[in-house]
């Protein structure tokens, strides 16, 4: 019985092809890991401490931060799938995967931000009583634990990704000074309604950076062309090449985040002519537009 063939060679880069690398850095797989230990470990701490107190900024932080957790956790699991190869049902390999799990934090964030301002209002309707002193100690330690994590994923800005988990990060951190503020109003003024209208107000703040994320996240997946580029510019740049008639059916996306990739159709003038038109339109969308990964098919004029 014959052996299945094996494909391995097709996914060889040859010289004159895209050097674009499958793989993300091994840094951004520590970074998301410490970064997971960390918001995870305070998360259960935090939502004691506001049950115990009373707190909803606290409840509402926690509850932020265990979202944080999943997110992250996601963030790990799309960071380790983009280091797999391309194999025979996944050709361009793993890549979108980072976009899709920030698409799906987006969204996560969405339903917390819902559910804070939902019981914000009922809090502010009917106020509960909240142990100002546990809220201001909790949250102390909270935001300090919340920029360490900050810290760490603000080193690895070059993926979506992380980048979607940094807004996660950054809403927590929002959330615990929202709480310490509330604790101490609590606590100096006995104002009970301040918890509610602190958790309000941090949960607006949070919407602007998830709808930046969700955009962002989305637009790639949707394979649209990357924001750095201008569409009509690459095109209008390859036809100023000489021996080029004319371009169509022309597309440009990125095969993954900050790798974008180009295909089209290309008539010349004279096909002899087609390795020095070819060799210059690399070097011309390299080095004006950034774009390694180009496929393009000729035609005779």
């Not at 063939?5 to 050097?19: K, M, N, V």
């Not at 009509?232 to 900050?258: C, K, Q, R, T, Y």
């Not at 390795?275 to 990964?293: F, N, Q, S």
Request: glycine share 8%; with cysteine.
């Amino acid at each position: 019985m014959p052996s299945a063939p094996d494909s391995t060679h097709l996914h060889a880069h040859l010289d004159g092809d895209a050097h674009y690398q499958h793989q993300s850095r091994r840094r951004g797989l520590a970074t998301l890991a410490w970064a997971l230990a960390l918001t995870l470990g305070f998360a259960g701490v935090e939502a004691v401490s506001g049950f115990l107190s009373g707190s909803l900024a606290l409840v509402s932080d926690a509850g932020h931060m265990v979202t944080d957790a999943a997110s992250l956790a996601l963030a790990l699991l799309a960071q380790w799938m983009t280091r797999r190869p391309p194999s025979e049902r996944y050709s361009f390999g793993y890549g979108r995967a980072e976009a899709l799990a920030a698409f799906v934090n987006g969204l996560a964030m969405l339903l917390v931000v819902a559910w804070i301002l939902y019981e914000a209002v009922h809090r502010l309707m009917a106020p509960h009583a909240v142990q100002g002193a546990a809220v201001m100690g909790v949250a102390a330690v909270g935001m300090l634990v919340n920029v360490a994590v900050a810290w760490i994923l603000s080193r690895d800005q070059g993926s979506m990704n992380t980048r979607a988990a940094l807004v996660h990060v950054l809403g927590d951190l929002l959330g615990s000074v929202a709480a310490l503020a509330a604790g101490a109003i609590i606590y100096f003024t006995g104002w009970m309604r301040a918890d509610p209208l602190l958790s309000m107000l941090v949960a607006l703040l949070i919407l602007k950076s998830t709808f930046a994320i969700l955009r962002e996240s989305y637009h790639h997946l949707m394979e649209g062309v990357p924001d750095q580029l201008d569409y009509a510019a690459v095109g209008a740049d390859l036809e100023m090449i000489n021996g080029v008639a004319s371009v169509h059916d022309l597309h440009v996306w990125s095969m993954s985040p900050g790798q974008p990739a180009l295909i089209g159709h290309v008539r010349i003038c004279d096909m002899a002519a087609w390795p020095r038109i070819l060799e210059e339109v690399r070097a011309m969308l390299r080095d004006k537009h950034g774009i390694d990964h180009v496929t393009l098919q000729p035609e005779p004029a």
